[in-house]
DNA sequence: AAGCTCACCAACCGCAATATA
DNA sequence: GTATATTGCGGTTGGTGAGCT
């Protein structure tokens, strides 16, 4: 069964005037026919000069992504996958951007490839290290209580001695107010909050925890702008970060740069 | 063997930018 | 200067086929 006669089964078939769904060998050719003939461009007229019942998008759209002559066929190789992931860090969902510095691969070949290989990972990797800085919160917040306890315990000690009510209450105030656990102002506070990760991992869990370097000030920290485009292949922080970094080739600077 | 799930990819849609009349 | 046409881009949809249960 041809495209064609597929297509209108399935409901495609003539609207308005055009035809639509899968493109026929045909259709193909005339297409071609029509580029050889009077170049790229001008895809409104193909209906009228090359006899196709198509529009000029879905024209462009075909010739674009299928038919010309300069398109890499086959799979996405590790190198342009490198080149995609390090892009994609530095611009985001720019597919066209992106496939200009990738001869022969179209954005929309780009933009699939990325969806069915790193989208999921992206939600799974939010998902994941949005765990992990929950418990790593978690873990900062029993080591201040600890931490906390043992200075109050201290300060009783030495409050018994002075039998003083006034300083214990005005001491217990100053408490409460720094329950809240700190945020780690430097590499070194994530070393000691976290000394069982490489430099690489505290560097990133630094830059998770405070927002992205370049995030620029008074925008603060959010959520999106470190997973929506620029974090997001890193599959598992404690676990695959050195392998991601790796195999990727992308830098943690590229990682931890947004886009720009 | 049949049904289900999921990855892949071609093609469509809406919108914005740019070109042309 | 403005209206209209064309082009380009990014997001989304839906069909196909392979693998799994």
Same mark, same amino acid.
């Given at each position: 069964m041809s ?33 050889k ?40 190789? #590790? ?10 860090? !530095? ?11 990738l #001869? ?13 290989? =790193? ?5 799974? *990797? *939010? ?11 978690a !873990?900062?917040?029993?080591? =201040? ?19 003083d009510m006034?300083?214990?209450? *005005? ?9 809240? #656990? ?16 490489t ?9 998770? =925890? ?10 603060? =920290? ?13 599959d ?5 970060? *050195?392998?991601a970094?790796?195999?990727?080739k ?7 740069? #947004?886009?720009y």
């Open positions: 495209w064609g006669v597929m297509g209108e089964q399935l409901g495609w078939g003539i609207i308005e005037g055009w035809r639509k769904g899968p493109w026929t060998t045909e259709e193909d050719r005339l297409l071609v026919e029509y580029v003939l009077h170049g790229e461009g001008r895809w409104n007229s193909v209906a009228r000069l090359a006899g196709l019942k198509r529009n000029g998008k879905s024209c462009r759209l075909r010739w674009v992504n299928y038919l010309r002559p300069d398109l890499k066929r086959g799979q996405i190789t #590790p190198h342009e996958e490198s080149i995609i992931l390090e892009l994609h860090a !530095r611009w985001g969902n720019r597919w066209s951007k992106i496939a200009r510095s #001869p022969g691969r179209t954005d929309n070949e780009i933009k699939n490839y990325w969806r069915t290989h =790193f989208k999921k990972k992206a939600i799974v *990797s *939010s998902d994941k290290a949005g765990k992990l800085r929950s418990r790593l919160l !873990r900062q917040q029993i080591q =201040f209580q600890q931490q906390q306890q043992q200075q109050q315990q201290q300060q009783l000690q030495q409050l018994q001695n002075q039998v006034k300083k214990i209450m *005005s001491s217990l105030d100053e408490s409460d107010n720094r329950v809240a #656990p700190f945020l780690p102002q430097s590499r070194q506070d994530m070393a000691t909050v976290y000394p069982a990760g430099a690489e991992e505290q560097g990133f869990l630094y830059s998770m =925890f405070n927002g992205c370097a370049s995030v620029a000030p008074g925008e603060g =920290f959010n959520e999106d702008t470190l997973w929506d485009g620029s974090l997001w292949n890193l598992d922080v404690h676990g695959n970060l *050195s392998m970094c790796a195999t990727s992308v830098s943690m600077h590229s990682l931890a740069t #947004p886009l």
